[in-house]
C-alpha cells in the first residue's frame, strides 16, 4: 500500500494563478508487513512448576523484520497477585531498537491432530490504534493470564509432558521513496580525445584534402559522420570521380585546419595560433571565416558555436563584415545584435568609416536599407520619448538630450 504526495500550487500568496508548469516533485510512502514464525517445544512441564512467579523458560531468539525476538513461558504465571493460578506466555524484542510496531500471534497447539488450537492474534483483525508498539530492548507483548494451569494439565496442549508453542511475528515497516538519484563517479567523455588524436597521428588515413596548395590527411568516415556535404562527395550518387584526393575551394588552409580541428575534436582550436594575430582580434577574424566554412560544409554546431562567439565579440572595427555574414548565411540573432549596436548614435559614424562598411555596402545593399529603417524608427521613438524640445537641444523642463548622429 502506498500513498502519492504531490507538492504543487494553483496560485500564489496574492491569488494570482500560477501556471500549470509549476515545478512539481512527487514521492511514495509504502508500508510493509515481513511476517515469520518460530516454534518452541517446552518439555518437562511438571518440573518447571514451582520455579516461581515471574521465572520463565525462554526460546533461542529468531530474527523477524531485522529484529531479535525470544518466547517467554511462565509455568508460574508472571504476577504476583494471580498466585499461579495461570500460565503466561509473551513474545519480548530482545535487540535494540526503539519503537518497533509489528503485529503478533501466539497459539498452544493442539497435539492430537484436531487443530483445536488455543490463539491469541493480532493478525486479521480490526485494530483501534493500529499494531502494537515495542518502545525498547525487552518489551514484551502476550498475556499474564494466558490459560488456567488446570485447565492447561487436562487439555490436548499437553502431551507426553511437552507443551508446543507457536509464535508469529509481522514487523511493520515504512518507507518513502522519491525520485530515485544514484551517484556513481564516472569519468568524462574521452571520445573526441580520441579521434583528435587519431587525427594528429595521420593513422589509417584514406582521403587528402587540397586546400590552396596544402594537404590535409584525413578520414573519410569522420568526414561523412560529421558533415553531409563531406557524405555526398565521398559515397553520395554524385560523389568525386576521385574520392580519395578532394581539392577545397573558397576556404583558406588555416581555417581548414581549423574546421579538420572542430571535426575530429568538437571544439574550437586555439585562434590566435592558427591566425598568427594579436588576441583581440584573432578569436572574431576566425570566427568569422569558420561561420561561413561551418555553413558552407553543413556543420551545424560549428556554425552556432561561430555564432555566439560574433554576438559576444561585437566591436566598431568588425561589425560590419560580421553583419554582412550573417546576413549571407542566414543568422537572424547575429544579424539582429549587429544591426542594434550599428544603429548606436555613438557608434554609427565610426562604423560607417571602417573598411568593413564599404564591403557591407557592396554585397548586402538591402543590410543597409534595414538598418536605415531600424535608425529611423528609432530616431522617431526617441522624439516621441523626449517630447519637443528646445534650441540649444534641451527639453522643456530644461533636462539635456544627448546628441544623436544621424
Known sequence: ???MVRVSSSKSKRGIPIPASTTSSSSISSTDTVNASHEFKISGYESSKGMG???????ESFTVGGHTWA???YPDGKSP????TYVSLFIALASDATDVRALFELSLMDQTGK???KVHTHFGRLLDAGPYTLKYRGSMWGYKRFLRRTAL???DYLKDDCLLVKCTVGVVKSCTEGPQIFSISSPPSDISQHFGHLLESGELTDVNLEVDGEVFRAHKLVLAARSPVFKAQLFGPMKDDNTDSIKVQEIEPSVFKALLHFIYWDKLPDMEELVGVSPQWASTLMAQ?????ADQYGIERLRFLCETKLCEDVAIN???TTLALAEQHHCSQLKSICIKFVAEPENLKAVMQSDGFEYLTQSCPSVITELLEYVASTREHSVTSYGRGNDDGSRADGRRVRQRIY
Not at 571565416?289 to 566554412?293: E, I, P, Q
Open 81 to 84: 497477585e494471580d498466585n499461579s
Open 115 to 117: 487443530g483445536r488450537h
Open 318 to 320: 568588425t561589425v560590419a
Open 289 to 293: 571565416h569558420l561561420l561561413a566554412a
Open 1 to 3: 500500500m502506498g500513498t
Open 153 to 155: 494439565e487436562t487439555s
Open 71 to 73: 518466547i517467554y513461558f
Open 53 to 59: 512467579v515471574g521465572k520463565y523458560i525462554a526460546s
